[in-house]
């Protein structure tokens, strides 16, 4: 399964556990529904709020959510509100046979505060839990379809890491250094073909381009040929050490 596919299961997954939990509790006076109807009222509004969610968090460059987490995600917490808060009072209003009213939204707004709230902190967990890895492609494979986004000075060379820098990359390679504009979520999905591994929220790195690591409060830094330095989040370090990239 590709990133993408992997990440849009990842919502689905969590989207389907808030909506069990949501129709089972009967939030927003939903007990007066049967559980069919219910389960299918929670998943309809928790769908709308993931993805909202989901594309609220690409308006942030990837290196955002290590160094301004709480910017982000307070951000993001606050689209998927606007997006839920006149979703539930029109639900709610047709289902109790009333009209659209301030009464209705002051009502059902405590519910979603605490419903996005608790949403936007498992997608932040869910985000967080491993570094994505790429693989090497099986002989006879076609490349990676990142190395046709290489620019001509750069065609042919061995790439060795690519760092997200506002929305464009900087390409380390055995040829020099380039910025292209891509997002550096969206790159790692072409670099499936290339063994590596995000290592940061603004680093992919080529396993091969590593020469050396330093280690220190509970973080690491990995050395690159081109003698550049790229740093290994806290939430990595754990599984790229369990992956062999670095001793204990």
């Not at 594309?55 to 951000?75: G, H, K, N, T």
């Not at 490349?143 to 001509?152: D, H, N, Y």
């Not at 750069?154 to 900087?170: F, I, N, P, S, T």
Request: hydrophobic share 50%; aromatic share 8%; net charge positive.
């Amino acid at each position: 399964m590709n990133a993408t596919l992997a990440a849009w299961a990842r919502l689905l997954a969590m989207t389907t556990v808030v909506a069990v939990i949501l129709a089972i509790s009967g939030g927003f006076g939903s007990t007066g529904l049967t559980i069919v109807p219910r389960a299918a009222y929670w998943f309809g509004l928790c769908t709308l709020g993931a993805v909202t969610g989901n594309l609220a968090a690409r308006l942030f460059p990837d290196r955002w959510f290590e160094q301004r987490p709480w910017l982000v995600w307070s951000s993001i917490a606050g689209c998927i509100m606007l997006a839920m808060t006149p979703a539930v009072a029109i639900t709610n209003a047709l289902l109790r046979h009333r009209p659209l009213s301030l009464e209705i939204v002051e009502d059902v707004l405590p519910g979603v505060i605490v419903t996005t709230s608790g949403m936007t902190a498992l997608a932040s967990l869910v985000r967080r839990q491993h570094p994505v890895e790429t693989h090497a492609a099986a002989a006879g494979a076609e490349p990676s379809k990142f190395l046709a986004r290489l620019p001509a000075s750069l065609r042919g060379a061995d790439l060795w890491a690519v760092e997200a820098q506002d929305h464009y990359l900087r390409l380390h390679t055995s040829r020099g250094r380039e910025l292209i504009l891509m997002r550096l979520s969206d790159a790692v999905v072409e670099l499936e073909g290339l063994e590596g591994a995000r290592t940061h929220r603004s680093w992919w790195v080529a396993r091969a381009a590593v020469t050396g690591v330093e280690r220190g409060d509970g973080r690491a830094t990995l050395t690159l040929v081109d003698g550049a330095e790229a740093p290994v989040s806290r939430a990595y370090v754990k599984a790229l050490r369990e992956a062999g990239w670095f001793s204990a």
